[in-house]
């Protein structure tokens, strides 16, 4: 049957237009097929790139972040005072910054019972933290003593999962210790270890616990009790020193540090300011991707717009009896904006599927470093990013087909 036989008695209305859409595409089947084979492996290349992007920032913040707080609040540091000056007078003074001992955080309870009714904080931990030095015989090490409540500090830092030896127990007189430093003194679980916080402030410890944070200065200085041993040891009853917070989204830790400062007054600090050169470098990823997703998306946008450039000029006698049968400009603009879309639609889906098993294959090395997941958002972004693209590549075709004089155009042959 010929195209004007199809076409004859018609309204033009729009199942028309995607019937004539349709047939366009099928009568160049080759073509067809090979523009939706370029659509398809750039919405794989999305797909996989941005899915082995998001792993690896996973991963890098799980790995750096999963052994810290997001946020810490500390008292407010002391500063030196200085007498006030006659006005039109100018000091000149050399100052020597004021030495920092242990502080307490005023009325830490209720602060930190009031950061417990955010809903965008996930964990507030109170923790003591000092020094102090740990010694078994002649062997001495200098380390950081961590109190800690232990219900509160596992929003903070599992430390049942970093577990190498021993058991979880922080009360009474058991303590844990990092593997470097039960290494360097030559401890075992079920050893003594006496603390010393100076002043004659000692205490004989059991080692309950080993763990291994993977990070090595926290492994070789770090020996976790219990808050009320933590206190007596340093002399600080009924205080801390720092509120540990987890949040639900890592990337908002500058917006509720500024947050939690003005609402506290005390010195509060982020892991984004503390850790400057992470930022940048997870930055550095999240731009990465979205270049390669713009460029992915340019190269589909050009493909189909050549393909749909050349449709334009075979089909020049098909558009004239189109016109000439009444049919408007904007319907044969929807014709071949109705082809792009089409084109970008079935070349994503079977891209996402080979982005799909292209991430299994990935998961599926022996000696794979992290794992990838999935998001149904970025599917849905690829075939969304194919098919828009599809529209657009099919703007400037489809308005030169549009402009076709049907008395010159239906003499093509």
């Not at 797909?47 to 998001?54: C, D, N, P, S």
């Not at 030896?165 to 430093?181: C, H, N, P, Q, Y």
């Not at 690829?382 to 155009?409: C, E, F, H, K, N």
Request: charged letters at 15%; glycine letters at 8%.
């Amino acid at each position: 049957m010929s195209f004007v036989s199809q076409i004859v008695g018609l309204r033009h209305s729009l199942w028309i237009e995607w019937r004539i859409a349709l047939r366009f595409l099928a009568d160049n089947p080759l073509q067809t097929l090979l523009i939706s084979v370029a659509i398809s492996v750039g919405a794989a290349v999305i797909v996989f790139i941005t899915a082995l992007m998001m792993g690896l920032q996973n991963n890098v913040i799980e790995r750096t972040l999963g052994t810290q707080a997001h946020i810490r609040i500390e008292a407010t540091q002391q500063h030196n005072n200085f007498s006030a000056t006659p006005e039109d007078t100018y000091v000149w003074a050399l100052e020597s910054p004021r030495a920092q001992r242990l502080q307490t955080i005023n009325n830490w309870q209720e602060v930190r019972d009031a950061l417990d009714h955010y809903p965008g904080l996930h964990t507030v931990s109170p923790l003591i933290s000092g020094p102090a030095f740990a010694q078994k015989g002649n062997a001495r090490a200098s380390v950081a003593l961590m109190g800690i409540d232990p219900a509160r500090y596992a929003g903070i830092i599992q430390l049942k999962d970093y577990l190498v030896e021993g058991r979880f127990s922080v009360g009474a007189s058991d303590v844990m210790i990092g593997s470097k430093l039960a290494e360097d003194l030559g401890l075992r679980t079920g050893d003594k270890l006496r603390l010393d916080a100076g002043d004659n402030r000692q205490a004989i410890m059991d080692v309950a616990g080993v763990f291994e944070l993977g990070v090595r200065e926290l492994d070789s200085r770090y020996v976790y009790t219990d808050l009320k041993q933590a206190q007596t040891l340093l002399n600080l009853p009924g205080g801390i020193t720092i509120l540990e917070l987890k949040i639900s989204d890592v990337f908002t830790a500058e917006y509720w540090a500024q947050r939690i400062e003005q609402l506290t007054d005390l010195h509060v600090q982020s892991w984004m300011e503390s850790n400057g050169q992470l930022l940048n470098a997870l930055r550095s990823q999240t731009m990465t991707t979205q270049m390669i997703r713009v460029f992915v998306a340019m190269s589909v946008i050009f493909g189909i717009a050549s393909v749909l450039a050349v449709s334009v000029v075979q089909r020049t006698r098909e558009i004239g009896i189109l016109r000439a049968m009444g049919s408007s400009q904007q319907q044969i603009l929807r014709v071949f904006l109705l082809q792009g879309g089409l084109l970008g639609l079935c070349g994503s889906l079977l891209g996402v599927m080979v982005g799909y098993v292209l991430v299994q294959v990935f998961n599926g090395i022996d000696e794979r470093l992290f794992v990838i997941r999935l998001e149904p958002s970025m599917l849905l972004s690829a075939i969304l990013i194919a098919t828009a693209s599809g529209v657009i590549a099919a703007m400037v075709p489809a308005r030169r087909a549009a402009q076709y004089d049907p008395a010159v155009a239906i003499r093509y042959v």
